[in-house]
């Protein structure tokens, strides 16, 4: 009796077993799934952002034009459909072609500077400036046809600017289609700074465009945006780059974490000084706490996300992909319209 006993008791462990190893393989096969559909889906659309054009002649105010670029790069790399590339790699491929200080690429140099950076589409613009008065106008070009597939402007008073930049950043957005939750108007609406000089430093820090700004050391730098914060202590854009500097140019990775939590205690929603902690935790060693974290950074904005959100993100990757396949269309017609 007991010997039957034991057997039974040894059936039914193998019976749960095996149950429990098929459903564990099914769940991880339904886990992956929907990660390996969206990582072919969710492609960013590369995106690069030039400094802006003077069109004034006043030189004085030669500094909006990398200061407007920096504004409207922060707001539109919060958007996850996008990948902004990177300033220095920008910077050095407007050096190659000469393109300079002024900003202003025509249908033929489009090409070559979005190739260089590995861009798909490349955001310029100018700036004119007539009294107390500012007009802001961007454009959108396509890499490949070197064609403007998007333009916007606004006017506004110099003194409020922010205003200004804010409006051509949610025109860009509007002329794409994208729809917005409600972090994302957040994000657009929120003025990184109300003080011309915190901008006009912030903008001398984070030039790497000009000679004078090339020039810069990291110390150099960070005492510009130390005096950008003094000016205004809630410039959350200031304390980002701060952190930049100090994480990823000089290893201080204690420091970088105090400014990219004074970003996240000044705008909350905003995920991107999450992802750049992450990766401090990735550069402070190989713990499993690391590991974990850096596994989860793709997936942050989505982890913080509410539903209603997650479901406005993925129309956006849909939009975004159908922009990229009319585009593609545009440039296969043009070919054969030259043949």
């Not at 003094?230 to 701060?242: E, I, R, T, V």
Request: proline fraction near 4%; charge should be positive; hydrophobic fraction near 40%.
């Amino acid at each position: 009796m007991i010997k039957i006993l034991l057997l039974r008791n040894r059936l039914l462990l193998l019976f749960f077993f095996f149950w429990g190893f098929l459903l564990g393989a099914l769940d991880c096969a339904v886990a992956e799934k929907p990660s390996e559909s969206s990582s072919s889906e969710e492609k960013p659309l590369v995106l690069a952002v030039l400094p802006f054009a003077n069109l004034s002649g006043q030189k004085e105010y030669d500094w909006l034009s990398i200061g407007i670029g920096e504004v409207l790069t922060a707001k539109l790399e919060n958007f996850s459909c996008f990948r902004l590339t990177e300033r220095t790699k920008l910077s050095e491929a407007l050096k190659e072609i000469e393109l300079g200080q002024t900003g202003l690429i025509d249908e033929t140099t489009a090409a070559k500077a979005g190739k260089l950076v590995g861009a798909e589409e490349l955001l310029s613009g100018s700036f004119q400036i007539a009294g107390q008065g500012i007009r802001i106008n961007a454009r959108l070009l396509h890499v490949e046809t070197g064609s403007i597939s998007t333009a916007v402007g606004t006017m506004g008073e110099l003194q409020k600017i922010f205003e200004a930049q804010d409006k051509i950043a949610a025109a860009l957005v509007k002329a794409l289609n994208l729809p917005l939750s409600d972090e994302d108007k957040m994000l657009l609406a929120a003025k990184p700074t109300t003080s011309m000089g915190a901008l006009k430093y912030y903008s001398q820090a984070v030039d790497t465009f000009t000679p004078a700004g090339r020039a810069l050391d990291d110390n150099q730098r960070i005492t510009l945006l130390r005096q950008s914060t003094q000016l205004d202590p809630q410039f959350a854009m200031a304390y980002f780059s701060l952190g930049d500097i100090y994480g990823f140019k000089k290893q201080d990775y204690n420091q970088a974490r105090i400014y990219y939590q004074k970003v996240i205690a000044l705008q909350p929603y905003n995920p991107a000084p999450l992802v750049k902690l992450n990766r401090l935790y990735y550069f402070q060693g190989g713990t499993a706490r690391v590991k974990w974290e850096e596994k989860r950074t793709p997936q942050i904005r989505r982890v913080t996300l509410s539903p209603a959100a997650r479901r406005i993100q993925r129309e956006r990757w849909k939009i975004i992909e159908e922009r990229r396949r009319n585009l593609r269309k545009q440039r296969l017609a043009a070919i054969e319209h030259r043949k």
